[in-house]
């Protein structure tokens, strides 16, 4: 019962923070961002540290005092793992609950790290070269421990946004990566030597110190840009990439600050500092950069690229840990008490994480009760710790005991879902004077009978103090396991000419494409078509038909398409070859483009020029040199012109030498003439075409017979008729009068 109580006043004072920056108390209220975890070694303590007003929400026990601890944080979900003892403890953020010891690894002491995404927790062991993926929730393997060969230290492993793990191999020059429980290794992708991985833009990023190089790599490992950088052979490099940019930041041990530009491959930026170097931390356009030897923090303007303060965080020389958190740049001395928050301005906000001469004070969660007996502890279980600032130490003020009053929680359903609000009540004998509620996630209610709906998915420790009117007290617990909402993927798919839309917002899918999205099972899902300009929407089909708007009830995966239909048909004729074509009034004579109105009526009319011929138009007309079809859609008609084919005609003029011989020749298109005795000319003309030839004597001589083409009808006849149905040659044979 007491250690219910000191529960239900620790959420009061992460409600009392959140109602800051929220408003409201009984609506999925949470701890804000900006809320860093950090570790005390010396106590075995951690403790949330909110970025906004520098002041302790939660202080937690999770290992024992000397052992030497590391915390990494998922949203506001920290992870406590204990070098020495090889455990791997999950602190919940809105309750501080802790998971039970997990060994992952066993035997791994010293070596143990770890690495925490949405939905993969990644146990390393650096000395050995093992995984072992485990779920976020339980801190429980999800699968084997998978082993690799790869040279490990603190700095060759990462998790990129979308949480997956990368590892790079000093031995190989491998890069690898996990998802989950599956891994994917990516050969050579640098030199082997001395690397270094960090995070740029949520995209891993590899400095080589020994090829003096900074490899990007896409999201599939693929290297993309090597980018030379300026290096000593004995430099040691810590580097940190941006969150939100294509910025890599390289502190080379040397004293000196690389600004590297990952989309210009330039990292000819430097800034020379002083010091015991540690890795820089991004905030806004300034970079903080620990020094060590003095216990302060370079602060660099990177618009300018130049130093522009030191912020003094423990006004002497130690290490120290710098970390940034939704913009927030924390300092904690993971070895002492002290930590706290460094301004944009350079100011900074100090705060004991313990009180060193009672380092059990103030201690949260259900954790609190499992001290070891002997153990200090501040007044009753029932304690209000308040936030505290600066260097102040937390305060008990124990209230007064309870006394006996029975009470028992009523709920209407034990087992909700997400998002489902359900009834509480109190059953008593009295009508008590107050009742207050702490529903586990940060919340808080007054009343006998409540409503509450929790946002995730995770069993919540429900508390009730009350009151009643002759001054007695009383409080009770249960347990309420939240499940989520089963999902049912609606799949929607937008044809040419239109895009779909959600009225909720969550689904906006262009033209031709697919898009998916995960409803809450049951939910109703309302959907709105939109046609592109010159098109109109002509319906729905698989889960909707007609054409108004769409709704679809999630009751399992359903899937929509929405077609779309031309308004216009854009036409094109083009000429091939010498010809024209009338397109609707135009003369065509290489390419015409027309818009009409969609089932207009096309008019074509094919004409060859010169000695040139219309062969035939592509689908939908044919051979026919006039073409009438409708415009039902975008198309193009092509039409095809060619030359004729064209005979040789060979003439030849025989008789006596006389320069006044010549034989004409006419066709319906030209006339032309071999002049000249004993002469042979040679004309062209279009298959089929019909030419008359006449033999023309002057000077007292006369023609006297044809041979050849002309022989067999007109040997003796003046003129001759051809018709040119293929090669043909004839002979003008002239006399002379005595």
């Not at 080379?252 to 890795?279: F, K, Q, W, Y």
């Given at each position: 019962m007491k250690t219910i109580a000191l529960v239900g006043a620790v959420l009061a004072v992460v409600t009392t923070i959140v109602l800051l920056g929220q408003g409201n108390p009984t609506e999925k209220v949470r701890v804000l961002p900006g809320a860093a975890w950090l570790p005390s070694s010396k106590v075995g303590q951690a403790t949330l540290l909110d970025g906004t007003t520098a002041e302790v929400v939660a202080q937690v026990p999770v290992a024992a005092g000397g052992n030497v601890l590391e915390l990494t944080q998922q949203g506001t979900t920290g992870y406590a793992v204990d070098k020495t003892s090889g455990v791997i403890r999950r602190i919940d953020g809105a309750t501080f609950e802790l998971t039970p010891p997990s060994a992952l690894l066993p035997n791994v002491t010293s070596g143990l790290t770890a690495f925490a995404g949405p939905d993969t927790l990644y146990a390393v062991d650096t000395q050995h070269g093992i995984v072992m993926p485990a779920d976020p929730r339980t801190v429980l393997p999800i699968g084997d421990a998978q082993p690799l060969s790869a040279q490990l230290d603190a700095n060759t492993a990462v998790v990129d946004d979308r949480g997956q793990l990368w590892i790079i191999d000093n031995a190989t020059g491998s890069l690898k990566r996990f998802v989950g429980r599956s891994?994917?290794?990516?050969?050579?992708?640098?030199?082997?030597?001395?690397?270094?991985?960090?995070?740029?833009?949520?995209?891993?990023?590899?400095?080589?110190?020994?090829?003096?190089?900074?490899?990007?790599?896409?999201?599939?490992?693929?290297?993309?840009?090597?980018?030379?950088?300026?290096?000593?052979?004995?430099?040691?490099?810590?580097?940190?990439?941006?969150?939100?940019?294509?910025?890599?930041?390289?502190?080379?041990?040397?004293?000196?600050?690389?600004?590297?530009?990952?989309?210009?491959?330039?990292?000819?930026?430097?800034?020379?500092?002083?010091?015991?170097?540690?890795?820089?931390?991004?905030?806004?356009?300034?970079?903080?950069?620990?020094?060590?030897?003095?216990?302060?923090?370079?602060?660099?303007?990177?618009?300018?690229a130049r130093v522009v303060g030191q912020a003094d965080v423990l006004g002497s020389r130690g290490k120290f840990d710098l970390l940034n958190r939704d913009g927030v740049v924390f300092f904690n001395e993971s070895g002492g008490e002290r930590a706290g928050v460094i301004r944009i301005d350079g100011s900074v906000q100090r705060v004991s994480k313990y009180d060193p001469k009672n380092p059990a004070k103030g201690l949260s969660g259900p954790a609190a009760s499992k001290l070891p007996s002997g153990s200090a502890r501040p007044g009753s279980a029932t304690t209000s710790i308040p936030p505290r600032t600066g260097n102040t130490t937390p305060t008990s003020e124990p209230p007064p005991a309870e006394t006996g009053v029975d009470l028992q929680i009523r709920v209407s359903k034990s087992t909700p879902r997400t998002d489902e609000r359900i009834t509480l009540s109190t059953q008593l004998g009295d009508t008590p004077r107050r009742v207050e509620w702490t529903f586990g996630d940060g919340t808080r209610a007054e009343g006998g009978t409540v409503d509450h709906a929790w946002a995730d998915a995770q069993t919540y420790l429900v508390s009730v103090r009350v009151e009643m009117p002759d001054g007695r007290t009383g409080a009770g617990s249960t347990n309420v396991a939240v499940s989520d909402i089963p999902k049912a993927r609606l799949t929607v798919t937008a044809g040419e000419g239109g895009s779909v839309a959600s009225e909720d917002g969550n689904l906006k899918c262009p033209a031709k494409s697919t898009c998916t999205y995960d409803y809450n099972e049951g939910a109703t899902v309302r959907l709105n078509a939109t046609a592109a300009q010159d098109y109109q929407f002509s319906g729905w089909s698989n889960a909707c038909t007609g054409t108004g708007p769409c709704t679809v009830e999630m009751s399992s995966a359903r899937a929509v398409s929405a077609a779309y239909k031309a308004t216009i048909a854009n036409i094109t004729v083009e000429v091939s070859g010498t010809g024209s074509v009338n397109f609707n009034g135009t003369n065509c004579t290489t390419t015409c483009k027309k818009t009409l109105p969609l089932d207009s009526e096309i008019n074509l009319s094919a004409t060859a020029t010169g000695d040139n011929e219309f062969v035939s138009y592509t689908a939908p007309c044919g051979a026919s040199s006039t073409c009438k079809t409708t415009a039902t859609g975008t198309k193009t008609i092509r039409a095809t012109f060619k030359a004729k084919q064209k005979q040789t005609l060979t003439v030849k003029i025989e008789g006596y030498a006389h320069e006044l011989y010549k034989v004409t020749l006419k066709t319906p298109a030209k006339a032309e003439t071999c002049p000249g005795a004993n002469r042979t000319c040679t004309f062209s003309f279009v298959t089929d075409t019909e030419v008359e030839l006449t033999g023309v004597a002057s000077g007292g001589d006369y023609f006297h017979y044809w041979s050849g083409a002309c022989q067999a009808a007109y040997q003796y006849k003046n003129p001759c008729y051809l018709k040119m149905t293929g090669p043909l040659t004839t002979t003008a044979v002239f006399g002379r009068v005595n």
């Open positions: 891994g994917l290794t990516k050969e050579n992708v640098t030199q082997p030597g001395k690397s270094v991985l960090a995070v740029a833009n949520g995209l891993p990023v590899i400095v080589n110190t020994a090829s003096r190089e900074v490899i990007t790599v896409d999201a599939d490992g693929e290297p993309q840009e090597r980018i030379r950088l300026e290096l000593r052979q004995d430099d040691a490099v810590r580097i940190t990439g941006s969150a939100r940019s294509d910025r890599m930041y390289i502190v080379a041990s040397r004293g000196v600050l690389n600004i590297c530009s990952l989309s210009e491959a330039d990292c000819g930026r430097a800034v020379p500092l002083a010091g015991d170097l540690g890795a820089p931390v991004e905030a806004g356009d300034r970079l903080f950069v620990p020094d060590y030897s003095t216990g302060k923090v370079w602060i660099i303007d990177l618009v300018g």
